[in-house]
T-cell receptor, first 113, second 115 residues
Framework: EAGVAQSPRYKIIEKRQSVAFWCNPI?????LYWYQQILGQGPKLLIQ????????DSQLPKDRFSAERLKGVDSTLKIQPAKLEDSAVYLC???????????FGEGSRLTVL | AQSVSQHNHHVILSEAASLELGCNYS??????LFWYVQYPGQHLQLLLK??????LVKGIKGFEAEFIKSKFSFNLRKPSVQWSDTAEYFC?????????????FGAGTRLAVHP
């Protein structure tokens, strides 16, 4: 069974530039999550989708971050404009049911200079 | 606020030593409890989980964890660690809010096992 796919694995940009991350969850998984993991911290939930609807985006900085999951399958997370403090690993995860048992991708490491 | 606390940020052990990593959460409702592990260069993966029943749960690679409801704790243990256990360990708890489960992570414990 294929795992959660993410791209790009690494991205370096300058502040005020924009960046987009892509995620393809495990086939059949209805719930998709984007987490932000800053060095030395645990993953922080940015947004959670159930199919193509948002169930939680309370910690998403909506002035600069946006995410979509148009067809209920893959998803993109965009940051525009980026700030230095956005440097982190962006983790995508999916789950079959909403129990907390998540399957994670490799992550996308963002460095903002 | 709902939160998960891990007591140790860095732990260094020699092979064959016993391991116990502490985890406490602040939430008064029903929870599902997890330990996730991230080996060097790999993605986060599930180590063990507790939904209900026997509060002592066993996971992969000889790990176990005990849920003590009265202490809001879910500590991870292993009687004898190996070099290959070197990794970062995250405690995570689901907290039911707004009609769905929200998974909240602790800050993680980085474990280094020396041969």
């Amino acid at each position: 069974e294929a795992g959660v796919a993410q791209s790009p694995r690494y991205k370096i940009i300058e502040k005020r530039q924009s960046v987009a991350f892509w995620c393809n969850p495990i086939s059949g998984h209805a719930t998709l999550y984007w987490y932000q993991q800053i060095l030395g911290q645990g993953p922080k939930l940015l947004i959670q989708f159930q199919n193509n609807g948002v169930v939680d985006d309370s910690q998403l900085p909506k002035d600069r971050f946006s995410a979509e999951r148009l067809k209920g399958v893959d998803s993109t997370l965009k940051i525009q404009p980026a700030k230095l403090e956005d440097s982190a690993v962006y983790l995508c995860a999916s789950s079959l049911v909403n129990t907390g048992e998540l399957f994670f991708g490799e992550g996308s490491r963002l460095t903002v200079l | 606020a709902q939160s998960v606390s891990q007591h140790n940020h860095h732990v260094i052990l020699s092979e064959a030593a016993s391991l116990e990593l502490g985890c406490n959460y602040s939430y008064g409702g029903t929870v599902n409890l997890f330990w996730y592990v991230q080996y060097p260069g790999q993605h986060l993966q599930l180590l063990l989980k507790y939904f209900s029943g026997d509060p002592l749960v066993k996971g992969i690679k000889g790990f176990e964890a005990e849920f003590i409801k009265s202490k809001f704790s879910f500590n991870l243990r292993k009687p004898s660690v190996q070099w290959s256990d070197t990794a970062e360990y995250f405690c995570a708890v689901t907290m039911f809010s707004g009609g769905y489960n929200k998974l909240i992570f602790g800050a993680g414990t980085r474990l280094a096992v020396h041969p």
